[in-house]
T-cell receptor
Framework: EAGVAQSPRYKIIEKRQSVAFWCNPI?????LYWYQQILGQGPKLLIQ????????DSQLPKDRFSAERLKGVDSTLKIQPAKLEDSAVYLC????????????FGPGTRLTVL | KQEVTQIPAALSVPEGENLVLNCSFT??????LQWFRQDPGKGLTSLLL?????REQTSGRLNASLDKSSGRSTLYIAASQPGDSATYLC???????????FGSGTRLQVQP
């Protein structure tokens, strides 16, 4: 079974630039999550999708961050414009709606904002 | 607001030792608690999941316990090996939510 795929794995940009991350969850997983993990901290939820609808985006900085999950499969997370404090690893995870509560994580995208 | 704390932040032990990692959470209204392993440059791997009605879960050399009323969980690793070196994260799923709240992790180094 293929795992959660993310790209790119690494990205370096300058502040005020834009960046986008892509995630492909495990086939059949209806729930998709984006987490931000700052160095030395645990992951923090940014946004949660159920199919193509947003379930929880209470911690998403909506003035600069946006995310979408068209067709309820792949998802993209965008930052525009980026700030220095956005430097972090962005993790995507997916889970089944019923049956299993386990979240499966992708390898993450490491973003460095200079 | 749910907060999850992990102690210690870092731990170094010689190979073969048994060890305990601690996790505490402020709100006992949880659906479940999970322990994850994170290797450098990689995503998280789920190790054990304990439902709120359970007291412990075991997988191989790992044993996780949950005391929901006191807001505590421990991860016990028996006969540690260098391959166990990683960061271990504790996360709770608050009741009514599907997303997880994570601790900052314990960075474990097992010396050969």
């Amino acid at each position: 079974e293929a795992g959660v795929a993310q790209s790119p794995r690494y990205k370096i940009i300058e502040k005020r630039q834009s960046v986008a991350f892509w995630c492909n969850p495990i086939s059949g997983h209806a729930t998709l999550y984006w987490y931000q993990q700052i160095l030395g901290q645990g992951p923090k939820l940014l946004i949660q999708f159920q199919n193509n609808g947003v379930v929880d985006d209470s911690q998403l900085p909506k003035d600069r961050f946006s995310a979408e999950r068209l067709k309820g499969v792949d998802s993209t997370l965008k930052i525009q414009p980026a700030k220095l404090e956005d430097s972090a690893v962005y993790l995507c995870a997916s889970s089944l709606v019923v049956g299993s509560d386990t979240q499966y994580f992708g390898p993450g995208t490491r973003l460095t904002v200079l | 607001k749910q907060e999850v704390t992990q102690i210690p932040a870092a731990l170094s032990v010689p190979e073969g030792e048994n060890l305990v990692l601690n996790c505490s959470f402020t709100d006992s209204a949880i659906y479940n608690l999970q322990w994850f392993r994170q290797d450098p440059g990689k995503g998280l791997t789920s190790l054990l999941l304990i439902q709120s009605s359970q007291r412990e879960q075991t997988s191989g050399r790992l044993n996780a316990s949950l005391d929901k009323s006191s807001g505590r969980s421990t991860l016990y690793i028996a006969a540690s090996q260098p391959g166990d070196s990683a960061t271990y994260l504790c996360a709770v799923r608050p009741t009514g939510r599907r997303a997880l709240t994570f601790g900052s992790g314990t960075r474990l180094q097992v010396q050969p």
